[in-house]
Nanobody
């Protein structure tokens, strides 16, 4: 069982930065691939970024590549998402998720555990 709690959301102007954090409980955190997803009003939840258990692989949605950076600290059971050059279209609720799957890691259906989400609003 893994419990996830996100923090760091807020209101920022376009071009600004935010850093999201996800704190995980459970002794086996370092065996999970961690992902960030987001959901805007009226839209489906979409993949943003992922990082494998040993940070050997990271992956990003095309819309955020070069602007967002995912990282993790297994000693502290945390995963972070640094978001730079934010755009109004980045406005959404951002969710942290965990999976032990080894394939289809950009699919939300592969993730077993989810946080409650944190709101990010980017004003123009």
């Amino acid at each position: 069982q893994v419990q996830l709690v996100e923090s760091g959301g807020g209101l920022v102007q376009a071009g600004g930065s935010l850093r999201l954090a996800c704190a995980a409980s459970g002794r086996t955190f370092n065996s999970y691939t961690m992902g960030w997803f987001r959901q805007a009003p009226g839209k489906e939840r979409e993949f943003v970024a992922l990082i494998t258990w040993n940070a050997g692989r990271t992956d990003y949605a095309g819309s955020v590549k070069g602007r967002f950076t995912i990282s993790r600290d297994n000693a502290k059971n945390t995963v972070s998402l640094q978001m730079n050059s934010l755009k109004p279209e980045d406005t959404a609720v951002y969710y942290c998720a965990a999976t032990r799957a080894t394939v289809l890691l950009t699919s939300r259906n592969m993730y077993e555990y989810w946080g409650q989400g944190t709101q990010v609003t980017v004003s123009s």
